[in-house]
């Protein structure tokens, strides 16, 4: 079995661990607290970044985006109608293009600064950058999640899936990234009717369901983030 070194709450490792599920492909977890910087992990990883996976010999494949192309070139390619990257290098394109949209942008400008705020500060100690939440930065990242609300919303009442007619690794990086701010309980969904439909269909997903039984110490999840129907 392999081996991904991750934490619940960041969006890059719920993206590989949605792939995985998608291809039903077993993983053992480990969840790493990178602002330690233990020194077992940073062998792994000088970087300190997650996520890791250990593929077959215990070789370390490290980000997110890294990892979807292995798991792909090593087990995608054969799923055919399930394969999570399209045959069309256009379409190939496409579903890059919105991976690094919301792993890179959405978590730039709004995931990373949340998770940081009011999850992992709490939790550190003071020399590795613990304290009270800095409100200027929680206000900043929620004055962009409109935005991103409404392209997601734009891409899935004008397309079957966020890419295009299938589901893809492009669903699965949104679906990462906004599951985290759903369990802070950070997007108002009715403001977002054919978001939400999409991310109902998500959720529903046998490859999902690992997800909703995540919790982190100290913060539960808002009242519907395990419900299917919300």
Do not use: C
């Not at 990892?67 to 090593?74: F, G, P, V, W």
Request: no cysteine; glycine share 8%.
């Amino acid at each position: 079995m392999l081996t991904l070194f991750h934490h619940p709450l960041f969006a890059n490792s719920r993206f590989v661990r949605l792939a995985f599920g998608e291809y039903g492909e077993e993983l053992a977890l480990i969840e790493e607290k990178p602002w330690t910087r233990r020194k077992e992990f940073l062998n792994l990883n000088p970087a300190g970044t997650l996520p890791v996976l250990l593929a077959e010999g215990d070789v370390p494949i490290v980000g997110a985006t890294v990892i979807a192309e292995y798991l792909d070139e090593t087990r995608g390619v054969l799923k055919r109608e399930r394969r999570l990257f399209a045959e069309d290098p256009m379409e190939r394109a496409e579903i890059r293009r919105l991976v690094d949209w919301y792993l890179q942008k959405t978590e730039g400008e709004v995931t990373r600064h949340l998770v940081r705020e009011r999850v992992l500060k709490p939790l550190m100690p003071g020399t590795e950058g613990g304290g009270s939440p800095d409100a200027g930065a929680i206000r900043a990242a929620r004055s962009n999640i409109k935005q991103h609300m409404k392209y997601t919303n734009w891409l899935s009442g004008t397309r079957n899936w966020l890419s295009g007619p299938r589901l893809s690794y492009a669903d699965l990086a949104a679906a990462g990234t906004l599951s985290v701010l759903d369990y802070l309980g950070e997007i108002d969904w009715t403001d977002y009717p054919s978001a939400k439909d999409w991310y109902t269909r998500l959720k529903s997903r046998p490859s999902f369901r690992p997800l909703l039984g995540d919790r982190v110490r100290g913060l539960t999840p808002v009242s519907h983030y395990a419900d299917l129907d919300f």
